[in-house]
Antibody, heavy 121, light 107 residues
Framework: QVQLQESGPGLVKPSQTLSLTCTVSGGSISSRSHYWSWIRQPAGKGLEWIGRIYTSESTYYNPSLKSRVSISVDTSKNQFSLKLTSVTAADTATYYC?????????????WGQGILVTVSS | DIQMTQSPSSLSASIGDRVTITCRASQSISKYLKWYQQRPGKAPKLLIYGASTLQSGAPSRFSGSGSGTDFTLTISSLQPEDFATYYCQQSYTNPRTFGQGTKVEIK
């Protein structure tokens, strides 16, 4: 059974870069059947899809964040990572990684447990 | 972007009640509609995909219907563990978008 686990700093200073990693266990991140996504949720608010990566090469970013986001894969560690530059307080949120089916109905399952990232000086 | 609008934003219901939540897409998304349940402090959990297909392990009291722009999630008999926030999500196109959520509370 595939499991995902987010890791990274819980506190980031304004204008700096937020960096998170998602470790995948129980399955291969090189699978051609899945996308690997990041989703975030400010406290008490809804879900925002940040973007995804597929087979280490193909990425898609939400246009609302595209200028500040990059997602990459480390196949040797079975991990994928998120970088969000020039952060502000508006980027304070719980960040989730999730797997999305490729070529089918494209649901997000499973999800990581989430990691709270606070942007503050 | 496709806007997903849920109604109501919140509701109060009693154990055993039938509950219906609506999700409307700003354009047709065929049946590329999912429903997720999120309990406090937890990650969202997939309940329904393809607008009406129950995810393995999800209780049969949950059902989904609809196509095009209008969708419904129904809980046939509300149980204590169902008090949570429910989100719809479209995968018809990028970027993926979610509804704002419907919080189901105890009356």
């Amino acid at each position: 059974q595939v499991q995902l686990q987010e890791s990274g700093p819980g506190l980031v200073k304004p204008s700096q870069t937020l960096s998170l990693t998602c470790t995948v266990s129980g399955g291969s991140i090189s699978s051609r059947s899945h996308y690997w996504s990041w989703i975030r949720q400010p406290a008490g608010k809804g879900l925002e899809w940040i973007g995804r990566i597929y087979t280490s090469e193909s990425t898609y970013y939400n246009p609302s964040l595209k200028s500040r986001v990059s997602i990459s894969v480390d196949t040797s560690k079975n991990q994928f990572s998120l970088k969000l530059t020039s952060v502000t307080a508006a980027d304070t949120a719980t960040y989730y990684c999730a797997r999305e089916d490729y070529g089918g109905d494209n649901w997000f399952d499973p999800w990581g447990q989430g990691i709270l990232v606070t942007v503050s000086s | 972007d496709i806007q997903m609008t849920q109604s109501p934003s919140s509701l109060s219901a009693s154990i055993g009640d039938r509950v219906t939540i609506t999700c409307r897409a700003s354009q047709s998304i065929s049946k590329y509609l999912k429903w997720y349940q999120q309990r406090p402090g937890k990650a969202p959990k997939l309940l329904i995909y393809g607008a009406s297909t129950l995810q393995s392990g999800a209780p049969s009291r949950f059902s989904g219907s609809g196509s095009g722009t209008d969708f419904t999630l129904t809980i046939s008999s509300l149980q204590p563990e169902d008090f949570a926030t429910y989100y719809c999500q479209q995968s018809y196109t990028n970027p993926r978008t979610f509804g704002q959520g419907t919080k189901v509370e105890i009356k």
